[in-house]
């Protein structure tokens, strides 16, 4: 466990703001305060934070490109021309190219569907793809969560007579490709009003749009996808606000009862169905066994169960895909201990970690990659190299940027894309350690070296009287949680142990009862068990922690999700 440093939120709030706003909201101090900590600061703002109403939802025509998308579609369906959606092999990707293609069909679209090989053709548009698409009759492509830096492979599939609308969320460079429509929030032109979409969630907006022209209830075809847009949003780990919160929440509701047949074999395999659902299910349990087929095999295989209409066929590739996931968790071990032992040679010298290794597979690196930037706090790029060629997946850490990173190296690399904190590459194996050089450089420039430590963001200190049943209950309607609407966290100081105990079947978890003298409170610590022998009867100790309600046979109990101990 590294030592981390407690940040109070609500350092930032002065007591009469915090009064002020109890009273004119009709909420107790402790949640003013959780409210004012996610920038909700007027009774209205937090009316349309707690109903989360699809009249949040704005209008999909003022994304630019819209209007442009909407027409070139319509004419391809009613002119019978084929459309490809071309697609990616993440959740994100797989969800977006699956709800496009359901609506298309849906209208008598003649459509179809391309997921590249993670492995042999990579991420984005490739121009093998576009000849293939153009030698079998396609005249329009649609790209969802991907194409955004594809200004030549545009430029190459006018010339072979094929129309491309591009849908995608990743950032946008200077040139944007000149295709027909060119839709993304991130656009430096563009005025609409949230840029935190998920690539589903703006191929979505297109669906809508489309359904706007066509003289559709919009309201009806919003809850006949959300399900999948939900998915695809919280998988994809973009900000739980403004839209993203209405489609997670409306999407979770609809899942507990969900008619998409591919997704209820998927949740009841996974043991997330029923009324237990949320994000944290959807992420936990879902998104790995929908990643799995791309990992390893296809990504084409999470379509299919996504637009499947059988309920045995269903059944038959959920049950694939959760194979696939136990596969997927054997490599990544294995990858991740050649990778943890490289991690530990480089020391706390390094500021970012680029770690290569022969013949790893491309589709886990980047879960690997994520593992040691967190259990190291640094930057870290994966790289797996074959026949003098790597490709690499990093994930960073939130004192850097790792797109800006990635730029600055940008002649070094044949090819990169991604956020601020996950992105991906290409480089020749010949360039690595030069690369290695140059991101360390630009780290040094760009970084706080003191500020590399792992931070704890908390909402406010507790009294133990304030930590209830009816507390956590009152927390529970701020749901859906995720980025951007973390969980309250908590902390509560100068607490007795009462008792102390490993548990789990690795003994990896800790399992306390603590007392402030006038109440017991029973928490839990995932990942915490080596604390066990040092949390002796007596000792005092500070905790950091989320308020749960632990529900067994039909009991409900407050329970503490531990999220930092300091003695």
């Known amino acids: 466990m590294r030592e981390k440093i407690w940040n109070y939120k609500n350092k930032a709030l002065s007591k009469e703001e915090i009064e002020e706003f109890s009273a004119l909201s009709g909420v107790g101090p402790a949640m003013a305060v959780i409210l004012l900590n996610r920038g909700i600061k007027t009774p209205k703002a937090v009316n349309s934070y707690m ?10 025509f003022m994304l630019d490109g819209m209007e442009e998308a909407a027409d070139r579609i319509l004419s391809a369906i009613e002119k019978k021309e084929k459309i490809v959606i071309y697609g990616d092999y993440d959740v994100d990707g797989i969800t977006t190219t699956a709800t ?4 298309l069909k849906s209208q008598g679209a003649d459509v179809s569907y391309y997921i590249p090989d993670r492995f042999s053709e990579g991420y984005g548009i490739n121009i093998l793809a576009i000849n293939k698409m153009a030698r079998d009759g396609a005249k329009l492509m649609i790209t969802v969560d991907c194409g955004i830096t594809a200004v030549g492979e545009v430029e190459f599939a006018k010339t072979q007579g094929l129309d491309i609308i591009i849908t995608d969320h990743h950032t946008c460079r200077e040139e944007l490709p000149k295709a027909v429509a060119v839709i993304n929030p991130k656009r430096a032109d563009n005025s609409y009003p949230f840029s935190g979409l998920a690539g589903v969630g703006v191929a979505f907006k297109l669906v809508l749009a489309l359904a706007i022209r066509l003289g559709m209830n919009t309201r009806e075809v919003f809850m006949e996808y959300v399900d999948m847009v939900a998915l695809g949003t919280i998988a994809d780990v973009v900000p739980l606000i403004d839209e993203n919160r209405v489609i997670a929440d409306k999407g979770i509701n609809s899942t507990i009862n969900t008619k998409n047949k591919g997704m209820r074999a998927l949740m009841e395999l996974a043991g997330a169905g029923g009324k237990s659902v949320d994000a944290n299910s959807v992420a936990f349990f879902a998104s790995p066994r929908l990643n799995a087929a791309g990992r ?6 999470s379509v299919e169960l996504m637009i499947c209409d059988d309920d045995k066929r269903a059944k038959e590739i959920a049950e694939h895909l959760d194979s696939l996931n136990t596969q997927r968790k054997e490599i990544e071990q294995k990858i991740f201990e050649e990778a943890y032992k490289k991690a530990e040679e480089m020391g706390e010298d390094k500021l970012v970690y680029v770690i290569s290794g022969e013949n790893w597979n491309h589709g886990v690196i980047g879960i690997v990659a994520s593992r040691i930037a967190e259990m190291f706090y640094r930057p870290c790029i994966l790289i797996s190299v074959e026949n003098g060629k790597g490709k690499g997946s990093g994930r960073s850490v ?21 956020h601020s904190q996950a992105a991906g590459l290409s480089i020749a194996e010949d ?3 030069e690369f290695t050089k140059k991101i360390n450089e630009y780290a040094k420039k760009n970084i706080d070296v003191a500020g590399l430590v792992p931070k704890l963001e908390i909402d406010c200190n507790l009294s133990g009287a304030s930590v209830t049943m009816q507390a956590a209950k009152m927390i529970e309607a701020l749901a859906p949680f995720g980025e951007g609407n973390e969980i309250p966290v908590f902390s509560m100081r100068d607490l007795k142990v009462i008792a102390s105990q490993s548990m789990g079947v690795d003994k990896k978890h800790l399992r306390l009862r603590l007392t402030d003298g006038n109440n017991i409170f029973n928490a839990v610590g995932f990942g915490m068990g080596e604390y066990a022998e040092k949390l002796t009867a007596g000792t005092v100790i500070s905790i950091a922690f989320n308020m749960n309600i632990n529900t067994y046979q039909g009991s409900e109990n407050l329970q503490l999700i531990l999220k930092d101990i300091k003695f």
């Open 100 to 103: 496009v293609y359901k609506f």
């Open 431 to 433: 360039n690595i350690e």
């Open 51 to 60: 109903k989360k109403s699809l009249e949040d939802i704005h209008n999909p």
């Open 296 to 301: 390893l095999e296809s990504a084409s295989l």
């Open 398 to 418: 939130p004192e850097m940027n790792l797109f800006d990173a990635l730029s600055d190296s940008e002649e070094l690399l044949t090819a990169f894309g991604g």
